[in-house]
């Protein structure tokens, strides 16, 4: 049957679920193909399927419209208003809408009308059921509902297209574990080894740990701006990059009085953006501590498999982090990693390359240098696992720490030997000490933010 355009109205509840957007393009295709699907509306002349459509129609100046009228219960039309929305093209924040109302629709359990909608309402309100209701899985409904709940405000970001649900997921579940860990009493960390020593407090001064009694360092501190740290002597929280790069220099000055002229210092460290400005502060931390007399040997590159999601679409996603390897004395102790040590059971190829007599895309086995060579300073997760692996075995373990723990493991095994004392001046949770661990070192430890179910001091 064909009505009047003037006669039909929106419904008053799509507005509360859906937002009316793209209409111009819709003007464009009913304009050229025209209307394909009539209108679906109540006995009171509220479009229940086809409110786009309807505003579209508006626009081009129809008289009158094809519709198909049905009779619909008051209880009845969110739940056939959803319906009939199934295969749109919906928000994120649209499906939250949807989710929240078949929620205490089913929750009401109203009867077993089965003429509205494919699903059953006698199965009560589970994920399975709404998300097949909404067209989407229930893994995906879980992660949009997880989202929610912890960080509400980055469902818009979603929409907009600055992160996937994915994306969005994972950061917050990172968030929610940071949360928790400063949020905590203490975290608890047995070492399997009797050869810690761990100090409840800040480690600017660490007058517990003699002068050059350390072999290797390998801390990661705390980032600036990154989350808040309730402790730690504020780093990590301070007004301003220049204060933190300040306060951070200062604080690793003990570290060059208890390691040994031969010893090596690994420093993580991340950047940060702030106000658009991503404040160079891993280097700039780094020159503070050259003009301390440190020597700089390397800059190394981690590269993450899994990087934090970026929410800025100005800027590329931050996908490394530095690792610099320091040292008082160029007469420092280092065993060199290998990168091959025996032959591949196939031939590696190099980048594809034209051949000169044809236009064809040829390849060549390339042949590397079985005797081995120094890796480099660009580490992947790849490149790290391999020349783990390579190593020689260490006590019968020929299975080392997964990654990113080997991150760590190289370090120490360049610059260490079985018995030696590591000291990671940011404890942490102890990873630092699990890889001394598995690898026949002592251990030292300091934070303020937990305990360690060891001898402290």
């Known amino acids: 049957m064909f009505v009047s355009v003037d006669k039909l109205k929106h419904h008053p509840l799509n507005k509360e679920i859906y937002n009316l957007s793209s209409i111009d393009e819709l003007v464009e295709s009913i304009s050229e193909v025209g209307l394909l699907i009539p209108l679906t509306i109540d006995q009171s002349f509220q479009v229940i399927s086809g409110n786009r459509r309807l505003e579209a129609i508006r626009k081009l100046?129809?008289?009158?419209?094809?519709?198909?009228?049905?009779?619909?219960?008051?209880e009845d039309e969110s739940l056939l208003l959803i319906h009939f929305n199934k295969q749109r093209v919906k928000t994120t924040k649209e499906l939250l809408n949807e989710y929240d109302i078949l929620k205490k629709y089913y929750g009401k359990k109203q009867g077993e009308r089965t003429d509205l909608t494919s699903v059953q309402l006698d199965k009560g309100s589970s994920r399975d059921v709404i998300g097949g209701e909404i067209g989407v899985s229930s893994g995906h409904l879980a992660r949009i509902l997880y989202i929610r709940k912890h960080h509400k405000e980055l469902i818009e970001l979603i929409d907009k297209g600055y992160f996937t649900v994915n994306q969005a997921y994972l950061q917050v579940k990172r968030s929610k574990k940071e949360d928790e860990y400063l949020s905590s009493e203490k975290v608890i960390v047995q070492p399997t080894q009797n050869d810690w020593e761990f100090y409840h407090k800040s480690s600017d001064r660490m007058e517990e740990?003699?002068?050059?009694?350390?072999?290797?360092?390998?801390?990661?501190?705390?980032?600036?701006?990154?989350?808040?740290?309730?402790?730690?002597?504020?780093?990590?929280n301070e007004n301003s990059s220049e204060e933190f790069v300040h306060n951070l220099s200062n604080h690793l000055k003990d570290c060059k009085r208890v390691l040994k002229s031969s010893g090596?210092?690994?420093?993580?460290?991340?950047?940060?953006?702030?106000?658009?400005?991503?404040?160079?502060?891993?280097?700039?931390?780094?020159?503070?501590?050259?003009?301390?007399?440190?020597?700089?040997?390397?800059?190394?590159?981690?590269?993450?498999?899994?990087?934090?999601?970026?929410?800025?679409?100005?800027n590329l996603t931050p996908s490394y982090e530095f690792i610099f390897h320091l040292v008082k004395s160029l007469d420092y102790d280092y065993h060199p990693t290998?990168?091959?040590?025996?032959?591949?059971?196939?031939?590696?190829?190099?980048?594809r390359h034209r051949?000169?007599?044809?236009?064809?895309?040829?390849?060549?086995?390339?042949?590397?240098?079985?005797?081995?060579?120094?890796?480099?300073?660009?580490w992947n997760e790849e490149i790290v696992r391999t020349a783990v692996a390579n190593q020689p075995k260490l006590n019968g373990i020929e299975h080392p720490a997964p990654f990113p723990e080997q991150?760590?493991?190289?370090?120490?095994?360049?610059?260490?030997?079985?018995?030696?004392?590591?000291?990671?001046?940011f404890c942490g949770t102890g990873t630092v000490g699990k890889v001394c661990d598995e690898f026949d070192r002592s251990f030292i430890g300091y934070d303020l933010n937990i305990d360690l179910n060891t001898s402290q001091k």
């Open 61 to 74: 100046g129809w008289d009158e419209v094809e519709v198909n009228q049905i009779n619909v219960a008051p």
């Open 355 to 378: 051949n000169l007599n044809t236009d064809k895309i040829s390849f060549s086995p390339y042949i590397p240098n079985y005797k081995g060579k120094n890796m480099g300073d660009f």
């Open 209 to 236: 740990v003699d002068d050059e009694s350390i072999q290797t360092i390998f801390t990661s501190p705390p980032y600036w701006k990154k989350r808040k740290y309730s402790k730690n002597d504020g780093l990590g």
């Open 407 to 425: 991150i760590i493991v190289l370090p120490i095994l360049q610059t260490s030997k079985i018995g030696d004392t590591v000291l990671d001046p």
């Open 338 to 351: 290998l990168t091959t040590l025996e032959q591949p059971s196939k031939p590696t190829f190099p980048p």
């Open 264 to 314: 090596s210092f690994f420093l993580n460290l991340g950047d940060t953006f702030y106000n658009g400005n991503l404040q160079n502060i891993p280097h700039r931390v780094v020159l503070k501590l050259q003009e301390n007399e440190w020597i700089l040997r390397n800059t190394i590159i981690w590269s993450k498999s899994n990087p934090k999601p970026s929410s800025s679409k100005s």
